[in-house]
């Protein structure tokens, strides 16, 4: 299972750029569905064709991370760039990147030197307009390859730490991806129609996600994504790692999808916290609740450390725990699809 | 690959034997002595064609890193930051632990956690901390004990066909050159070369390798630093990448004798070897004891020039490190004294 994930977690395509991954990962399922097809916003729709096909039933994860891409090439062959999705500034000086250009480059991204400073300059950190990525490449040779435009990721990935934990490149939401997949391995045909959306752009703001799932209009949805972790630093708006899967209720939550998760969980003896969330889950669950007339959706998330950096970490056990739920729901539907989900 | 080896080795501050080993086991059938003494200083002496004078070429072994000064009741590891590292290059990257490499992450909140204030504020060293996966302190401690150190977990690439990327270019590059030298070169004069300890954490290793030898001239070959990022003006760039060696006229600790590097720079534009000035008066090594040692010694510094210096990832040129080797070449060659 690790190594899936490392497989899933090494891809490189950041919002937009999916193209560059949506083949390898259709590959990855194809083996447990009947159909799948790419739209045009580059979404992977897969589906389990169900012995009566009297529902639809969606489980959802988005494909893309969080990158740069390059805005500029400076003199000296040094590369502006802008970030795509919520990249924390502060990870970047002296990170190593890839950049995507007529063929991958590798870079570290520098900023001015520690001497170079007036004082008071080292408190602040550097703003990205202030940083560049060094190819190590000259001028020539970088405009021979590189395009403004062209896509850059994080390059570096970890492995495993002590005791279940692991740290890879991408968890957000490539975990996510991987569950999905996992599911649709282990479950054989059910009643409804299984679908899978493994969706594009989540990143900067739900996009891919709200086209699936217009394509699929399913009659209920499970997203499942990455939520905040326990750390030194934060306890708060987060949950130990470790501690099992994250079902989230709230106005984003169908409640008696919630309350049927929680069921499940008792029943399977499977770990599981309770996220409240006001409003905004800032997942794809946002997107596809009011996609047409409505798709009754829930959430399950994974505790993650260190989100949206290149050592993103989590415990296999969260991981499990989320996939078996997410299994236990979908092989039990046939009991309790059929109209409960109506007020 | 030499170079490779070398700067993928674990070796901060105090913590050089790693080092010290490739390199030992690199010259030993090329030096004609070999020592290590109390700090861990290795020494190799290689006769000259003239016994009169004896000449000193020195690098450091150790890089910048971490110690391990405390560990958290929930299994996290407190550290201190050995040498100079600038904490905004830290955040986020990724460590080996003491002798059993455990892996670790220097961590951080998610940027969805943070206020405006604390993305545009640099943290303290005091509230980062190493993630390694343990369950509590107890855990931990089976893994890691204090004073354990850490390094960035970088490996060595070549970047197109002349750049190569990796963490301790400073000074593993140095370390490489006297190597080759040691394999290669014929001195004219009893020549000890130095491959000194813990210079990133005051010149420690070069104050006593120098009183030991007590040479009639020194050459220090270091790594410096390159920065030619756009946002700096050209005036403050230091040295050139492809820029060739780079001779010192001064720094913050050494006034280099004007002779001496005046002698190494029209040397090397002589022998068409590439060669510049390092431009700003900024840093310092071990050329800053060594010149103060006993009654004084002449000694000047010929550095390879590297960007992103104490980071995780400096990048090099290996046209440049060429040019620093045929500069010491020559200077072991040719010097009269």
Known sequence: MEKFLKELSDLRGISGFEYRINEQIKKLIEPYCNEVRVDSLGNIIALKKGKKSNKKIMLEAHMDE???????????????????????????????????????????????????????????????TDMTIDTGLSYEEVCELVSVGDSVTLSQSVGKLLNDNISLKTLDDRAGVCAVIEVFK???????????????????????????????FPDMAIAIDVCHAVTPDNSKNAFEAGSGTVVTIGPNIHPKMSEKLFELAKKYDIKTNTDVDDGDTGTDAWAIQVTKTGVPTALLSIPLKYMHTSVETMNMSDFEATIALIEHFVKDSDDFAEDWLCY | MLLEKLCNAFGVSGCETEVRDIIKEEIISYADEIS?????????????????????????TDEVGFIISGITKEGYLEFKAVGGIDTRVIISKKVLIGKDKIKGIIGIKAVHLTTKSERESVPKVK?????????????AKKYVNLGDYAVFDTKYEELGKTSIKAKAIDDRAGCYILSKLIEEVQPEYDTVFCFCTQEEVGLRGATIAAY??????????????????????????????????AVTFMDR???????????????AKGNNIPVQYKTVVAGGNDAGIIHKTAEGIKTASVSVPCRYLHSPAGIASKKDIEATYNICKLFLEKIKL
């Open chain 1, 66 to 128: 969080i990158g740069l891409m390059v805005s500029q090439i400076e003199k000296n062959g040094f590369l502006k760039f802008i970030n795509i999705g919520g990249v924390d500034p502060r990870i970047l000086p002296a990170s190593e990147v890839t950049v995507h250009a007529k063929k991958d480059l590798k870079g570290v991204i520098g900023a001015k030197p520690p001497h170079l400073m007036t004082s008071g300059e080292g408190d602040k950190s550097v703003k990205i």
């Open chain 1, 186 to 216: 282990r479950v054989g045909a059910i009643d409804a129609d299984l679908y899978a959306s493994i969706s594009t752009q989540e990143e900067v703001g739900l996009r891919g996600a709200r086209v699936a799932s217009f394509g699929i």
């Open chain 2, 127 to 139: 509230d980062l901390y190493i993630d390694i996966g343990a369950k509590d302190e107890e855990d």
């Open chain 2, 36 to 60: 290590v003494d109390s700090m861990g200083n290795l020494f190799a002496k290689k006769n000259g064609k003239s016994h009169d004078k004896t000449v000193m070429v020195s690098c450091h």
């Open chain 2, 212 to 245: 030991k030898i007590q040479p009639d001239i020194a050459l220090v070959v270091e790594a410096t630093t390159c920065s030619e990022s756009p946002d700096v003006n050209e005036h403050e760039h230091v040295t050139k990448l492809n820029g060739g060696a």
């Open chain 2, 253 to 267: 600790t050494t006034i280099v004798d004007d002779d001496f590097s005046k002698w190494l720079y029209n040397t």
